[in-house]
């Protein structure tokens, strides 16, 4: 989009252009609403004007302004404006229309990236397709990634599997996720959320206790003493807790 940039300079529009040079979205947004319609509606403006919106979390303003392929622009640049539309489509609830462009249906590329793969397995599970999105996850969990990116993938896809009844597998993957950050909060009350929906009251009580012991690591007394009294709401006899 730089070079596009760069167009825009040579076309006169050199306040767009060095505001996108320098990362300014809601600056070169803003630029762009100032400029006449019959420029505004230009290929290479639209085009800018989409991944500026993305960029600004406008995923709507980005869909519209993305929703005709402009065709006056080099087929890569065509090819990406059709995919980013597509990211912003499913986060506009229309992942019926997105989730083909995502998977590369409705176009001649033969590589799809992991982003676009994870956004229309989300997708999937928006329009109910459950058992889609948890092969298409499945298959994305076990490729090489960053750990942080597989923590999501795994949660998400653990999600999945309780919206299908699989407490089981959703138990495991989520005792994978635990694994990878055991001192983090989150993901240990994720895991007690699942047990309990599921009736296992144990595994949750031994959750909390696992929580309070962090707390009480760092010294953390009042933290401790909550997570110690969840465990008297799940079972009263265990008064032991709080001695």
Known sequence: WLV???ALGE????????LVRIGDAPGAL????????????EDAV?????RLSLQAGLPCDAMEALAETPSSLPEPMQADSMRRWARAASRCGHCEEARPVLLGAT?????VTRHDRATAAECAVQLGELRTAAEELEELTRRKRPAGNRVTLLAKLSDVYVELGRTSRAVQLL?????MGPDDPDLRTRLIDVYLSSGM??????EYEALAETALAVEDLARAERILR??????????DVLR
């Open 30 to 41: 803003a630029a762009i609403a100032e400029l006449p319609e019959e420029t505004r509606d």
């Open 107 to 111: 176009s001649s590329e033969v590589f």
């Open 175 to 179: 005792h994978r996720i635990v694994s």
């Open 11 to 18: 076309g006169g529009l050199e306040r767009v252009a060095s």
């Open 46 to 50: 639209r085009y800018l004007r989409g």
């Open 230 to 239: 969840k465990i008297l709401t799940i079972d009263a006899s265990r008064t």
């Open 4 to 6: 596009c940039a760069s």
């Open 201 to 206: 009251t144990g595994e949750a009580v031994a």
